[in-house]
T-cell receptor, first 110, second 117 residues
């Protein structure tokens, strides 16, 4: 069945470090791919999305490219800030049905 | 932006009792609401989808008599865990969307931590 696998955390980085959170997926068709972020005490928020192969989603300095050949959607940011500390979820979707990864906790220290 | 609230944010109840969790869309009308469950270190699992004024659609393996979902208005959905047991302890998250927005635009609540003792 369809599923998403993302790297386990927690991840701890120093401010201005480079971030990569790996995400791979298994799907029978051509899903849309998403990254959601959950800040402490808040609901999940859509961070970025890509709806077809080779699309690059970007927002707030974060980027992810929909790679059909490697079934991946890795999240990257060139220089993280303390305010980026949160839990990040990779997800895929067909219509209303979402499949989420387990979430990766990121802590950025000054 | 669209805001979804949940109440309570955490609740402790005794085994055998029932507990109700509310999910509200504060500044938009939610034609569809979703209920998810998350176990520690696991992904969010969709439990059910509800449309305002109609019965909820439950995912396979979810007991509809145990997890009662009501979506009585365009701004409120409730999840009632009946005769709760310790294995029902989990993090419950709701989300909401409107028909006028893209299908992937679901707005999530902050979640409710349920502990059954």
């Amino acid at each position: 069945g369809d599923s998403v696998t993302q790297m386990e955390g927690p991840v701890t980085l120093s401010e201005e470090a480079f971030l990569t959170i790996n995400c791979t997926y298994t799907a029978t068709g051509y899903p849309s791919l998403f990254w959601y972020v959950q800040y402490p005490g808040e609901g999940l928020q859509l961070l970025l999305k890509a709806t077809k192969a080779d699309d690059k989603g970007s927002n707030k300095g974060f980027e992810a490219t929909y790679r059909k050949e490697t079934t991946s959607f890795h999240l990257e940011k060139g220089s993280v800030q303390v305010s980026d500390s949160a839990v990040y979820f990779c997800a895929l979707s067909y219509g209303n049905q979402f499949y989420f990864g387990t979430g990766t906790s990121l802590t950025v220290i000054p | 932006g669209a805001v979804v609230s949940q109440h309570p944010s955490w609740v402790i109840c005794k085994s055998g009792t029932s507990v109700k969790i509310e999910c509200r869309s504060l500044d938009f009308q939610a034609t569809t609401m979703f209920w998810y469950r998350q176990f520690p270190k696991q992904s969010l699992m969709l439990m059910a989808t509800s449309n305002e004024g109609s019965k909820a659609t439950y995912e396979q393996g979810v007991e509809k008599d145990k997890f009662l979902i009501n979506h009585a208005s365009l701004t409120l959905s409730t999840l009632t865990v009946t005769s709760a047991h310790p294995e029902d302890s989990s993090f419950y998250i709701c989300s909401a969307r409107t028909d006028s927005s893209p299908y992937y635009e679901q707005y999530f609540g902050p979640g409710t931590r349920l502990t059954v003792t």
